[in-house]
C-alpha cells in the first residue's frame, strides 16, 4: 500500500481513538472514583471497547461481557479462516448456529425493507476495494459491473427450522454492517441478567447504556465528529438505548486526491455518494440500528428522512449532510445538545 495512504489511515485511527476514548472518560471515567465500578477494554472486530459498568457484580459482568465480545468476534469474523462465515463462504451450504440465522433474519428483513441498501452480499465488492484487509485498491468498472451482478441478498437460502443456510458459488456474505450492533445488544443482555443497572458500553464509538448513571440521570453521549472540525457533533442523553453511527470517515482510503470509504452502494459497487457524511440511529435494539445506519447511509438524506418518518416510532436518527447541516428526528431533539449551542 502507497504510504500516504496507509499513513493518513492511521493517523485518522489514531484520532477516532482518541475521540472513543474521550467519550467514555467523559461518559463513565469521574464515576467509577465514586462507585463500585469496573472498566476494562478491549481490541476487537477491528476497533477499540470499552466496557464500564457499576454495581456488585459489575466485575463478573464485564469479563462475561469480553468473553462473549471475543466469541462473536470469532463468529463472524471474515478473516478468520475457522469463523462460520468464511466456512458458509468456502463451503457455500452448511448448518449454521441459531445466532447466525438470527443475523440472516434481519438482514434480510432490513435489506427488503431499505429495497436493497443494506445487503450482506457486497462481500465480494468489498475485497475488490481491499477493505476486507489493507491492501487499497480502486476497482475497473469491468471489474465492478462483473461482480454486482452477484450482490443481491435474494439469492441466500436460509431455513431458520433446519439451520441451513446455501449460497450460489458466486455469492459471499459479510455482517460488518450488523455485527457490531448485535454484540452490543448481547452485552447489554449480559449486563441485565448480572443485575447490573448502570453501564455504559462502547464499542469503537457505537455506544450502549444500560439503565443510567449510578445517580440516577442519563448518561451523556458524545456523537462522533465525521471530520477535524469539532470534537463532536454534539451530546445526547440517553438511558437504556443504543447510539451507533457509520460515517466514511471510519475506513477509507486515498488515491490521486479521491477518497473512497468502506460503506458500499450495493446499486453500483461504489462507495456511497448520496449526501451525507455521517448517520446516527438512536434505538433499543442494536441489531436493527447497526444495519439501518449502513443502509440510511447509503440510501441519502431525503430517503433516509423518509424511512424514518415511516419508523417513527422504532428509532431516532442524527443526519449530518456534506455542507455540515446536521438534522435531529423529533423524538430525540430535547436531549440532543448540537456542539457549541
Ligand atoms: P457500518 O460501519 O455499520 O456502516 O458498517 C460498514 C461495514 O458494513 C463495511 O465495512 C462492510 O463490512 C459492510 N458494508 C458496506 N456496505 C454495505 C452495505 N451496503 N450493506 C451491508 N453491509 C455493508
Ligand atoms: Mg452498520
Not at 457455500?92 to 432490513?110: C, G, H, P, R
Not at 431455513?159 to 454492517?177: A, K, M, S, Y
Not at 448513571?213 to 465525521?226: E, I, L, Q, T
Amino acid at each position: 500500500m502507497n504510504d500516504n495512504i496507509r499513513n493518513s489511515t492511521n493517523r485518522k485511527k489514531k484520532l477516532i481513538t482518541a475521540v472513543t476514548i474521550i467519550i467514555a472518560i467523559v461518559a463513565a471515567g469521574c464515576l467509577c472514583n465514586i462507585n463500585k465500578c469496573t472498566q476494562k477494554s478491549i481490541f476487537a472486530m477491528d476497533t477499540y471497547m470499552e466496557l464500564t459498568a457499576y454495581g456488585f457484580n459489575s466485575e463478573k459482568a464485564v469479563d462475561e461481557a469480553i468473553d462473549e465480545i471475543t466469541r462473536l468476534d470469532k463468529m463472524f469474523s471474515t478473516g478468520d479462516a475457522e469463523s462460520e462465515i468464511t466456512k458458509l463462504n468456502t463451503q457455500k451450504n452448511i448448518k449454521m448456529s441459531d445466532e447466525v440465522l438470527y443475523l440472516f433474519d434481519e438482514s434480510k428483513a432490513i435489506s427488503e425493507a431499505t429495497n436493497g441498501a443494506f445487503d450482506i452480499t457486497i462481500y465480494p465488492i468489498m475485497r475488490a476495494w481491499g477493505f476486507g484487509g489493507d491492501e487499497f485498491r480502486v476497482p475497473s468498472t469491468d471489474e465492478l459491473d462483473k461482480l454486482i451482478k452477484n450482490v443481491d441478498y435474494r439469492k441466500i437460502k436460509f431455513d431458520i427450522r433446519t439451520n441451513e443456510v446455501e449460497l450460489p458459488n458466486e455469492v459471499e456474505v459479510d455482517f460488518g454492517g450488523i455485527a457490531k450492533g448485535y454484540t452490543s445488544s448481547r452485552v447489554a443482555d449480559i449486563m441485565r441478567k448480572n443485575n447490573i443497572k448502570s453501564a455504559i458500553l462502547n464499542l469503537g464509538g457505537n455506544v450502549q447504556a444500560v439503565g443510567t448513571k449510578p445517580d440516577g440521570s442519563k448518561w451523556k453521549v458524545a456523537v462522533k465528529s465525521p471530520d477535524d472540525s469539532k470534537p463532536y457533533i454534539g451530546v445526547l442523553q440517553i438511558s437504556d438505548k443504543c447510539v451507533i453511527t457509520s460515517g466514511g470517515y471510519e475506513r477509507f482510503f486515498e488515491q490521486e486526491g479521491i477518497v473512497y470509504h468502506h460503506i458500499i452502494n450495493p446499486k453500483n459497487g461504489m462507495p456511497a455518494n448520496n449526501g451525507l457524511v455521517s448517520v446516527t440511529i438512536v434505538s433499543d435494539d442494536g441489531t436493527k440500528a447497526d444495519a439501518l445506519s449502513t443502509a440510511l447511509f447509503v440510501m441519502g438524506k431525503e430517503k433516509a428522512i423518509d424511512y424514518w418518518k415511516q419508523h417513527k416510532t422504532e428509532f431516532d436518527i442524527i443526519l449530518v449532510d456534506d455542507e455540515n447541516n446536521t438534522f435531529v428526528s423529533d423524538g430525540i431533539k430535547d436531549s440532543f445538545t448540537e456542539y457549541g449551542k
